[in-house]
């Protein structure tokens, strides 16, 4: 049984930072391309960041670039993501997803909540 557990949210004031992690169990995720996406209250479902597992290619949402940092460790099967000089509309749900294409992806975890203090 595939899981994708998700751990590292929290409250934080603005400008702070947090490490989000993603464990993942049940299969290894070594070719997999994987991301994080993140809900806002009363908000879509919005792409965060994601990086492939052949060639470790990165993408980001612009509002998050220069600012997040995604990354895997792939003896773990574990993808991270760091978030730096962190706004009150980072604030959210953050979903790990795995085997992603585009927008969609085959496995979720259940999420892990951020809040900003502006």
């Known amino acids: 049984q595939v899981q994708l557990v998700e751990s590292g949210g929290g409250l934080v004031q603005a400008g702070g930072s947090l490490r989000l992690s993603c464990a993942a169990s049940g299969r290894t995720f070594t070719s997999s391309r994987m991301a994080w996406f993140r809900q806002a209250p009363g908000k879509e479902l919005e792409f965060v960041a994601a990086i492939s597992g052949s060639f470790g290619n990165i993408n980001y949402a612009d509002s998050v670039k220069g600012r997040f940092s995604i990354s895997r460790d792939n003896a773990k099967n574990t993808l991270y993501l760091q978030m730096n000089s962190l706004k009150a509309e980072d604030t959210g749900i953050y979903y790990c997803?795995?085997?992603?294409?585009?927008?969609?992806?085959?496995?979720w975890g259940q999420g892990t909540q951020v809040t900003v203090s502006s």
């Open positions: 997803a795995a085997d992603v294409l585009g927008y969609v992806a085959q496995y």
